[in-house]
C-alpha cells in the first residue's frame, strides 16, 4: 500500500478566497485522484491527474473552478477557487496500488469549511 | 453506466455479535473488482476487502467476509464479533477491470453498541 499525506488537514475559509491542498505519497505512482466528499455523503470523483499532462475532469467540474496540477510522480495540488459554502467538504486525493494495482489507496482527506 | 446501490444508511450491532452490510451494483460487464471501505471518523478511507468478479470464492479477512453473487450483482459484507472499533462509514466500490475510476455507494453508518 501507498503512504499519503495531506496538508492542511483542515481549513475555514471565506467565501470568495481559494484554498490549495497538497497530497503527497510516499512512492512514485502514474494516476493520482481528487475526490469530494460532501457532508454525509458518498465519495465523488473530481478528477484524474496524470504527471505531465492536463488533469481529466468528471462531468460537473471544470478547471476554472478546480485546477489541479501534477510537478512530479509524487506530489499533486488541488485548489479550490472562488469558494462558497457550497464548497464546504472533506477532499480526498488517492493512487493506485502498487500490486494489486486496482485497489485504490487514500489519503486522510482536507475538511473545508466556507463562511 | 455503473452504479452502486446499499439500501441499508445505518446498522447497529451489539459488541461481538455479527451484522450484514448490503450492496447491489449494476454493470453490463462481466470482469471487474468489488471492494469495501471503512471510514471512521478519523476520515482516513481504508480498504476492508476486496473481491474479483471472475474468482467463484468470497474473499474473506480475518472478521470480515463476502458474499458474493455475481447473477444477482450482490455483494454484501459479514463483520463477525464486532467490535467498537468497527464503528464507522462502509463504503461499497465498484470498479471495472481496466477503468480508472471507482463507482462509490452511499454508505451504510455502522454503530457497535456496548
Known amino acids: 500500500s501507498a503512504v499519503i499525506s495531506q496538508k492542511p488537514s483542515r481549513d475555514i475559509c471565506q467565501r470568495g478566497t481559494s484554498l490549495t491542498i497538497q497530497c503527497q505519497v510516499d512512492s512514485q505512482v502514474t494516476m493520482m485522484f481528487w475526490y469530494r466528499q460532501q457532508p454525509g455523503q458518498s465519495l465523488t470523483l473530481i478528477a484524474t491527474a496524470n504527471q505531465g499532462s492536463e488533469a481529466t475532469y468528471e462531468s460537473g467540474f471544470v478547471i476554472d473552478k478546480f485546477p489541479i496540477s501534477r510537478p512530479n510522480l509524487t506530489f499533486s495540488t488541488l485548489t479550490v477557487s472562488n469558494m462558497s459554502p457550497e464548497d464546504s467538504s472533506i477532499y480526498l486525493c488517492s493512487v493506485d496500488g502498487t500490486f494489486p494495482t486496482d485497489t485504490q489507496y487514500f489519503g486522510p482527506g482536507t475538511r473545508l469549511t466556507v463562511l | 453506466a455503473q452504479t452502486v446501490t446499499q439500501s441499508q444508511p445505518e446498522m447497529s450491532v451489539q459488541e461481538a455479535e455479527t451484522v450484514t452490510l448490503s450492496c447491489t451494483y449494476d454493470t453490463s460487464e462481466s470482469d471487474y473488482y468489488l471492494f469495501w471501505y471503512k471510514q471512521p471518523p478519523s476520515r482516513q478511507m481504508i480498504l476492508v476487502i476486496r473481491?474479483?468478479?471472475?474468482?467463484?470464492q468470497n474473499a474473506t479477512e480475518n472478521r470480515f467476509s463476502v458474499n458474493f453473487q455475481k447473477a444477482a450483482k450482490s455483494f454484501s459484507l459479514k463483520i463477525s464479533d464486532s467490535q467498537l472499533g468497527d464503528a464507522a462509514m462502509y463504503f461499497c466500490a465498484y470498479r471495472r477491470l481496466y477503468g480508472q475510476n471507482f463507482v462509490f455507494g452511499p454508505g451504510t453508518r455502522l454503530s457497535v453498541l456496548p
Open positions: 473481491q474479483e468478479a471472475y474468482k467463484q
